[in-house]
T-cell receptor
Framework: ETGVTQSPTHLIKTRGQQVTLRCSSQ?????VSWYQQALGQGPQFIFQ???????GRGNFPPRFSGLQFPNYSSELNVNALELDDSALYLC??????????????FGPGTRLTVL | DQQVKQNSPSLSVQEGRISILNCDYT??????FLWYKKYPAEGPTFLIS?????DKNEDGRFTVFLNKSAKHLSLHIVPSQPGDSAVYFC????????????FGKGTKLSVIP
């Protein structure tokens, strides 16, 4: 069974650029959540996708957007990068059957640095 | 406004002794609580969880206690081992919407041999 994988591992961008981060869910999982972990902080929920539709969003501006594909892989896109976007971006997958919490399995993350 | 708080950034414990990590929350809608462990360069790994209908859950060396009236939970590790050295995150979820996780800032546990 393959776990959650993310690419790239590290990324350096400059302010104003756009970035796409990728996540491959664990086999059999239909839900993916993205989290941002700034230095010294806990992960903060960005949004969740279930069956290719956004299913919840945290307190992040619209320049953070996402996609989930039919094979349940996912992308996180960030436009107009700001210095404060520098963080570890974590993807978590789970299987949702409705009506109960289901364990989320995290990938190793993508470290984004904005200069 | 932090809804999940871990007030101790770090904790050092001797090998073989008990480690107690604490967590407080403010949102009354939270009804499921989890502890995650994180090593450097890895994603958080699920450790143990507890539903709000229980006040204790045990799994081997790990026990989580929940005090709903005080909005407080704790993770006990007995006996502590050097391999337990990691950052521990407390997280909470509400059974509405997306079951998103709200995390604390983490406590770095160092178990000294």
């Amino acid at each position: 069974e393959t776990g959650v994988t993310q690419s790239p591992t590290h990324l350096i961008k400059t302010r104003g650029q756009q970035v796409t981060l990728r996540c491959s869910s664990q086999s059999g999982h239909n839900t993916v959540s993205w989290y941002q972990q700034a230095l010294g902080q806990g992960p903060q929920f960005i949004f969740q996708y279930y069956r290719e539709e956004e299913n919840g969003r945290g307190n992040f501006p619209p320049r953070f957007s996402g996609l989930q594909f039919p094979n349940y892989s996912s992308e996180l896109n960030v436009n107009a990068l700001e210095l404060d976007d520098s963080a570890l971006y974590l993807c978590a997958s789970s299987f949702s059957s409705g009506g109960a919490y289901n364990e989320q399995f995290f990938g190793p993350g993508t470290r984004l640095t904005v200069l | 406004d932090q809804q999940v708080k871990q007030n101790s950034p770090s904790l050092s414990v001797q090998e073989g002794r008990i480690s107690i990590l604490n967590c407080d929350y403010t949102n009354s809608m939270f009804d499921y609580f989890l502890w995650y462990k994180k090593y450097p360069a890895e994603g958080p790994t699920f450790l143990i969880s507890i539903s709000s209908i229980k006040d204790k859950n045990e799994d081997g060396r790990f026990t989580v206690f929940l005090n709903k009236s005080a909005k407080h939970l704790s993770l006990h590790i007995v006996p502590s081992q050097p391999g337990d050295s990691a950052v521990y995150f407390c997280a909470a979820s509400a059974s509405t919407g997306s079951y998103q996780l709200t995390f604390g800032k983490g406590t770095k546990l160092s178990v000294i041999p």
